[in-house]
């Protein structure tokens, strides 16, 4: 079964500075995608950031970048120039490329502050 | 407006007492599907629906039944809640295409069993 693993509980960064959210996660599939969910107090799950294993190149979302490293399982978010209203849960989530269930696994989170 | 939408967004019931939260989706998704929402686990699957009169469990189907009786709708329901259904639930659709990925969530409703 896949998993995804965040092992960052909580973070904060100072506005306007840069932060990197991790994420590991493990299958035995060789096409999937990988998204960075943020969950706002208002507990609406927004989706940041999608990224196709197949694709080498990083996806980059204006502010919000990802590293995705698929030999090492790899894919962080890195946050640039970060503001008062990227405060939030951030979710990891992998998915099979396959026809059928579209099921999401979900990472724990991580919760991230901006000290203004 | 393209959205998924999930009545009552907050609820408190006592257990037994049966309820139903209900889901609908305007964009003509074939795909929905049920998720729970607890700290320090995540988001999981309850059970999925690929198209009207299909669905299957999840990874956490225990105590839950669905149906799909018309494409848009999808309601989750509680025959006989207990405290440990005490979560946030989500609703959410996609057109099953499987190519773009991308699940469209409703805005969650909190669910309290006392």
């Known amino acids: 079964a896949q998993t995804v693993t965040q092992s960052q509980p909580e973070m904060s960064v100072q506005e306007a500075e840069t932060v990197t959210l991790s994420c590991t996660y493990d299958?035995?599939?060789?096409?999937?995608?990988l998204f960075w969910y943020k969950q706002p107090p208002s507990r609406q799950m927004i989706l940041v950031i999608r990224?196709?294993?197949?694709?080498?190149q990083n996806a980059t979302e204006n502010r919000f970048s990802v590293n995705f490293q698929k030999a090492a399982k790899s894919f962080s978010l890195k946050i640039s120039d970060s503001q008062l209203g990227d405060a939030a849960m951030y979710f990891c989530?992998?998915?099979?490329?396959?026809?059928?269930?579209?099921?999401?696994?979900f990472g724990t989170g991580t919760r991230l502050t901006i000290i203004p | 407006e393209a959205q998924v939408t999930q009545n009552p967004r907050y609820l408190i019931t006592v257990t037994g007492k049966k309820l139903t939260v209900t889901c609908s989706q305007n964009m003509n998704h074939e795909y929905m599907s049920w998720y729970r929402q607890d700290p320090g686990l995540g988001l999981r699957q309850i059970y999925y629906?690929?198209?009207?009169?299909?669905?299957d469990k999840g990874d956490v189907p225990e105590g839950y039944k669905v149906s799909r009786k018309e494409k848009r709708n999808f309601p989750l329901i509680l025959e006989s809640p207990s405290p440990n259904q005490t979560s946030l639930y989500f609703c959410a659709s996609s057109s099953g295409a499987g190519r773009t990925g991308e699940l469209f969530f409703g805005e969650g409703s909190r669910l309290t069993v006392l």
């Open positions: 989530a992998y998915r099979r490329s396959s026809f059928g269930n579209e099921k999401l696994t």
């Open positions: 629906s690929m198209n009207v009169e299909v669905t």
């Open positions: 990224q196709e294993a197949y694709k080498q």
């Open positions: 299958t035995s599939e060789s096409d999937y995608y």
